[in-house]
């Protein structure tokens, strides 16, 4: 049913996913996007194994992203975004040949734009949402169990995150839990920051 190579990829994920979960403990911002490049690189062998050129180019292009952006001053950090945007789309549209090649672009596009506003806390954690979505279908299709999983397990933190964070008045029944959580979502605490 799996072929080695199958297999060799899920683990190369679920380093990645562990990688993941170390870099978000480190204290300095600075130092947890730095923590992120071995991520970057064991999702993009991940991808390469599973025969998904365009994951494992987004997570090369985040990978040199968070370098600088590990590096430079905070003046330079919108050049970089747009930089590694541009970089990601040129390198993922010479590369495109199915439908589904185009999320992983939506996917990093969306998070680094939200990266733009790094003191707007629900901005970042709804960008999150839409970036996760992207991903949760393009692994769903390329067979990346562990990336859906860890599409999963992000999702649920930046929920449990915007919940805490924000305050959220959620209805205790059936009846009033969705349209209490849409609200929440997508009108709470969303006030640009300037």
Not at 45 to 70: D, V
Request: aromatic fraction near 16%; hydrophobic fraction near 50%.
């Amino acid at each position: 049913m799996f072929d080695d190579l199958f297999i060799w990829a899920q683990i190369m994920g679920a380093l990645g996913l562990l990688a993941n979960v170390i870099s978000w403990q480190i204290k300095k911002p600075r130092h947890i996007i730095l923590a992120t490049v071995p991520c970057n690189i064991l999702w993009a062998s991940h991808y390469a194994m599973l025969g998904a050129p365009l994951g494992a180019i987004a997570n090369l292009c985040s990978c040199f992203k968070n370098l600088g952006l590990a590096f430079v001053q905070d003046r330079l950090v919108p050049y970089i975004i747009y930089g590694s945007i541009l970089l990601t789309w040129g390198i993922g549209l010479y590369f495109y040949e199915f439908w589904y090649d185009i999320l992983p672009l939506f996917s990093i596009a969306i998070l680094n734009l939200g990266l733009l506003f790094r003191d707007n806390r629900p901005l970042i954690a709804r960008t999150t949402l839409i970036h996760c979505t992207f991903g949760l279908v393009y692994d769903s299709i390329v067979g990346s169990y562990v990336g859906f999983f860890c599409g999963v397990f992000i999702m649920v933190s930046a929920l449990i995150g915007m919940y805490r964070y924000e305050n959220w008045e959620i209805g205790k029944c059936y009846k009033t839990f969705i349209p209490s959580l849409t609200r929440s979502l997508l009108f709470s605490s969303l006030k640009p920051t300037l």
